[in-house]
T-cell receptor, first 113, second 111 residues
Framework: DVKVTQSSRYLVKRTGEKVFLECVQDMDHENMFWYRQDPGLGLRLIYFSYDVKMKEKGDIPEGYSVSREKKERFSLILESASTNQTSMYLC????????????FGSGTRLTVV | GENVEQHPSTLSVQEGDSAVIKCTYSDSASNYFPWYKQELGKGPQLIIDIRSNVGEKKDQRIAVTLNKTAKHFSLHITETQPEDSAVYFCAASLGFNKFYFGSGTKLNVKP
């Protein structure tokens, strides 16, 4: 069964901490994405990557950075966590050669206190 | 960029009734329109999709229709069951890159 795995389901971090959210996919997909999900706002794109060591800003990149050193792994970094970054974070992957859209991970619910 | 609007934000139906969720998009170049179902505590799962060269697609109790001229597409669920209760998201994209999502519809199917 193909999978996108997010390393943590729940995280609680303190304001100002540097936070790493990890995502790994086993489908050899070229494209990987980080979204945050907030009630009433749907899914908003933070960053995405079409290839190793490549990254592109999404619609809400402020306060975040990403790293993609290997094809299967895409990390989201909160440089200095703030309370307004409390949210559900979803990782997804896709492939141009596949015949379907995104495959999502189960999400990481991050609380910044 | 693309803008996807989704309505209603909440929908409550009686078991056995039909449910319809509607989305509009702004970019006429978009050519792929998936629908995702998100159950509590889980990531969104693809349930059906449609490409711009097709007007309608069915999969058992679920169907999606697309009107390219009006730039809107809809999800239809017939004979709803309690297990259909979830949040549903529509999306639009050009190819399989960079989806733009609607704000979601919370469907509640009452037994």
């Amino acid at each position: 069964d193909v999978k996108v795995t997010q390393s943590s389901r729940y995280l609680v971090k303190r304001t100002g901490e540097k936070v790493f959210l990890e995502c790994v996919q086993d489908m050899d997909h070229e494209n990987m994405f980080w979204y945050r999900q907030d009630p009433g706002l749907g899914l908003r794109l933070i960053y995405f990557s079409y290839d190793v060591k490549m990254k592109e800003k999404g619609d809400i990149p402020e306060g975040y950075s990403v790293s993609r050193e290997k094809k299967e792994r895409f990390s989201l970094i909160l440089e200095s966590a703030s309370t307004n970054q409390t949210s559900m974070y979803l990782c997804a992957s896709s492939s141009e050669t596949a015949n379907y859209g995104y495959t999502f991970g189960s999400g990481t619910r991050l609380t910044v206190v | 960029g693309e803008n996807v609007e989704q309505h209603p934000s909440t929908l409550s139906v009686q078991e056995g009734d039909s449910a319809v969720i509607k989305c509009t998009y702004s970019d006429s170049a978009s050519n792929y329109f998936p629908w995702y179902k998100q159950e509590l505590g889980k990531g969104p799962q693809l349930i059906i999709d449609i490409r711009s060269n097709v007007g309608e697609k069915k999969d058992q109790r679920i169907a999606v229709t697309l009107n390219k001229t009006a730039k809107h597409f809809s999800l239809h669920i017939t004979e709803t069951q309690p297990e259909d209760s979830a949040v549903y998201f529509c999306a639009a994209s050009l190819g399989f890159n960079k989806f733009y999502f609607g704000s979601g519809t919370k469907l509640n199917v009452k037994p």
